[in-house]
């Protein structure tokens, strides 16, 4: 990923994911943000939720989830993500415009 080749990283991190013991947090944002990079929206969703299933939900792991829908066209789900982000964080500053921008209370 920081040589700007994020399709290199599946590859590499899926194995972990076929093992019996769950991969460690990091890797599924790793896995999840190269899935981002690549446009593959689902996937980071996808990735994201399992995390979210393995570790417990946070404010990371829901503002990548809302960049994901966002990206997909589906801005509802991502203010939906953002707002439960704020829940657990709210001193999240660029989330709060994002969310506010959305709302349209700019």
Do not use: H
């Amino acid at each position: 990923m920081t040589k700007g080749e994020p399709q290199k990283v599946e590859p590499l991190l899926l194995w972990f994911f076929k093992l019996d013991k769950p991969p460690a947090y990091d890797l599924f944002l790793l896995l999840g943000g190269a899935y981002q990079k690549l446009g593959e929206w689902d996937k980071a969703i996808d990735i994201f939720n399992e995390a979210v299933s393995r570790y417990g939900v946070n404010a990371v792991l829901l503002n990548s989830i809302g960049s994901c829908y966002l990206e997909k066209g589906d801005s509802r789900a991502a203010l939906v993500a953002w707002e439960k982000s704020l829940e657990l964080n709210p001193d999240q500053p660029q989330v709060r415009k994002s969310v506010e921008a959305m709302r349209g209370n700019k």
